[in-house]
T-cell receptor, first 114, second 112 residues
Framework: NAGVTQTPKFQVLKTGQSMTLQCAQDMNHEYMSWYRQDPGMGLRLIHYSVGAGITDQGEVPNGYNVSRSTTEDFPLRLLSAAPSQTSVYFC?????????????FGQGTRLTVV | QQQVKQSPQSLIVQKGGISIINCAYENTAFDYFPWYQQFPGKGPALLIAIRPDVSEKKEGRFTISFNKSAKQFSLHIMDSQPGDSATYFCAASSGTASKLTFGTGTRLQVTL
């Protein structure tokens, strides 16, 4: 049972390059989210999705795009990387029901933009 | 705008002692309050969670105390162990766990 799988685990980008962070879950969860974790700031929500074809912005969406074509996958795209996007990125998934609201997190992607 | 404030930033407790981490929130629409535990190099993992219809929830050595009128909640770790050394995050959301607002984290070190 893989849970939430993120790839790659580490990445170094040059300023202006683009890349996609991959996230896949095998728990048939309706909800998926992307967070970034920075020292002293906790985790902040970037984008989230309540189902295939439906996405919305979180607290810090600028510079990131998402799409959700399947229930399982929720990739995060950086169109033109900036040093301010150096961070650890976490993908999470959860059920839709109020009674079962635990969010499961992936292992994270550590991104450095130089 | 920090909607969930967490303190202390770091905490050192002796083995067998009680660890206490506090959080305060502003948004009265929040109705789900989880605590996450994170070890270095790993993703956060749910430790325990509470909804505002109860004032306390206990699971093993971990207890959440919730004060709705003060908009505060806290995590108590009884009989703290070295294996509890990790970073702890409080969080809050309205309804489900798809949009969590996190505190800034507390790094706990349990010494022998």
């Amino acid at each position: 049972n893989a849970g939430v799988t993120q790839t790659p685990k580490f990445q170094v980008l040059k300023t202006g390059q683009s890349m996609t962070l991959q996230c896949a879950q095998d728990m048939n969860h309706e909800y998926m989210s992307w967070y970034r974790q920075d020292p002293g700031m906790g985790l902040r929500l970037i984008h989230y999705s309540v189902g295939a074809g439906i996405t919305d912005q979180g607290e810090v969406p600028n510079g990131y795009n998402v799409s959700r074509s399947t229930t399982e996958d929720f990739p995060l795209r950086l169109l033109s990387a900036a040093p301010s996007q150096t961070s650890v990125y976490f993908c999470a998934s959860s059920y839709r029901t109020v009674a079962n609201t635990e969010a499961f997190f992936g292992q994270g992607t550590r991104l450095t933009v130089v | 705008q920090q909607q969930v404030k967490q303190s202390p930033q770091s905490l050192i407790v002796q083995k067998g002692g009680i660890s206490i981490i506090n959080c305060a929130y502003e948004n009265t629409a929040f109705d789900y309050f989880p605590w996450y535990q994170q070890f270095p190099g790993k993703g956060p993992a749910l430790l325990i969670a509470i909804r505002p219809d109860v004032s306390e929830k206990k699971e093993g050595r971990f207890t959440i105390s919730f004060n709705k009128s003060a908009k505060q909640f806290s995590l108590h770790i009884m009989d703290s162990q070295p294996g509890d050394s990790a970073t702890y995050f409080c969080a809050a959301s309205s309804g489900t766990a798809s949009k969590l607002t996190f505190g800034t984290g507390t790094r706990l070190q349990v010494t022998l």
